[in-house]
Every structure is written in structure tokens, then in C-alpha cells.
């Protein structure tokens, strides 16, 4: 059974810096991991998708990278912004399966 | 260009009423459609998923159940809510092509069952 833990729970940074969220797997076997953002009481905006084969993917100052093998991702976000502050979800998708397994989620809170 | 409905946005609700809520898409046909409870504490948690007219996988055994009566169009409903009901729902929709298949969600309903 797939499992997804991100750590931490929460974080905060001052305004400017560069960050990194994590992110881990329990099954290897996966089709794509997604990175998605949260705004409090609002749905998730699909923020970059990396399929199976390959390392990483960029938008922005946003950049996520995928090591299949060790089941881990990263998110890195650049020269971070109050409007930043969002809570992170990371999900995978197995194959052969239809249905995401996410993570409970990093909170992220931008300092100005 | 897509969009996802989802209503109502929020509502209040007794123990044992029913329950229904709807998800609508436009700008694509043939949908792959999703429902997802988020609880406190419990992370995003598949209810069930469609991948057509009709026909519904269920996820998690519970008083819920869902219905696609029309292409671009997914029901959650129930006949009897329970407290452990409350939550965030999300309606989630993907394209049936099974290549970059990002999941594209809707605003939620907050649910509160009393």
C-alpha cells in the first residue's frame, strides 16, 4: 500500500529566502507525483506534474525534482513571497491505478 | 478553456438528513471525475471515481454514494448523515488519456453535519 509523508507539518521563513519541501514514497512503482497548492478553505491548484521518467520540472520560481528510486521529491521554491504562504501537497499516482495518494501536507507560512 | 463546479460552497446539515452535492465540468468531454473528502488532521482521501457515464468505483466503504448521470456531471449523496460526514469536499476532474492526466480540482464544499 502506497504511503506519502511530507515533513515538517509547518514551516516558516522569512521573505526572500529559498526553501525546499519534501516529500516521500513508500512504493517506487509510480506513474507521476504532482505538487499541488492549497489556499485555507479553498481547493488545490495543480502546481507541477513530473511523470515516471523523468527528473524534474520548472515554472516559474518553482522547480520539483523526482528520484524514483530512493521515493522522494522535492519542491523548491525561489526568492520566496508572502504570497507563498499556502499549505504543499505532494501525490503520487501508481500504475495501473486511477486514484492519487496524497500527503498530509506542509503548511508554509511567508514572513515578511 | 476547462472549469470545475461544485455546489453548494458550504452548508449545514442535521445527523440522519440526506445529502447531495454536484460537481459539474465544462470544456472537455469524456472526463475521468473524482470525489475527495479532506477531514482534519486526515489528509485528501479518495470517495470514488468515474471514468463514465455510469460507471463508479467506490474507494472507502461508507453511508455515501455517487452517481454520474450525465458525461460532465458527478453526484455525492446520501440518505443519512453521520457526524463523522463533516468535511471538506472536493470534485476533481482529470482527461481520459491516460498521458499527463493532472488533476484539476474544484472550490469544495464545507460540509458541517451537527
Known amino acids: 500500500k502506497q504511503e506519502v509523508t511530507q515533513i515538517p507539518a509547518a514551516l516558516s521563513v522569512p521573505e526572500g529566502e529559498n526553501l525546499v519541501l519534501n516529500c516521500s514514497f513508500t512504493?517506487?512503482?509510480?506513474?507521476?507525483l504532482q505538487w499541488f497548492r492549497q489556499d485555507p478553505g479553498k481547493g488545490l491548484t495543480s502546481l507541477l506534474l513530473?511523470?515516471?521518467?523523468?527528473r524534474e520540472q520548472t515554472s516559474g520560481r518553482l522547480n520539483a525534482s523526482l528520484d524514483k528510486s530512493s521515493g522522494r521529491s522535492t519542491l523548491y521554491i525561489a526568492a520566496s513571497q508572502p504570497g507563498d504562504s499556502a499549505t504543499y501537497l505532494c501525490?503520487?499516482?501508481?500504475?495501473?491505478?486511477?486514484?492519487?495518494?496524497f500527503g498530509q501536507g506542509t503548511r508554509l507560512t511567508i514572513n515578511p | 478553456s476547462q472549469t470545475i463546479h461544485q455546489w453548494p460552497a458550504t452548508l449545514v446539515q442535521p445527523v440522519g438528513s440526506p445529502l447531495s452535492l454536484e460537481c459539474t465540468v465544462e470544456?472537455?468531454?469524456?472526463?475521468?471525475l473524482y470525489w475527495y473528502r479532506q477531514a482534519a488532521g486526515r489528509g485528501l482521501q479518495l470517495l470514488f471515481y468515474?471514468?463514465?457515464?455510469?460507471?463508479i468505483s467506490s474507494e472507502v466503504p461508507q453511508n455515501l454514494s455517487a452517481s454520474r448521470p450525465q458525461d460532465r456531471q458527478f453526484i455525492l449523496s446520501s440518505k443519512k448523515l453521520l457526524l463523522s460526514d463533516s468535511g471538506f469536499y472536493l470534485c476533481?476532474?482529470?482527461?481520459?488519456?491516460?498521458?499527463?492526466?493532472?488533476?484539476?480540482f474544484g472550490p469544495g464544499t464545507r460540509l458541517t453535519v451537527l
Open positions: 476533481a476532474w482529470s482527461r481520459n488519456s491516460g498521458v499527463a492526466d493532472t488533476q484539476y
Open positions: 512504493d517506487s512503482a509510480i506513474y507521476n
Open positions: 513530473i511523470q515516471s521518467s523523468q
Open positions: 501525490a503520487v499516482k501508481g500504475r495501473g491505478a486511477q486514484k492519487l495518494v
Open positions: 470544456g472537455t468531454s469524456n472526463p475521468n
Open positions: 468515474s471514468v463514465g457515464i455510469g460507471q
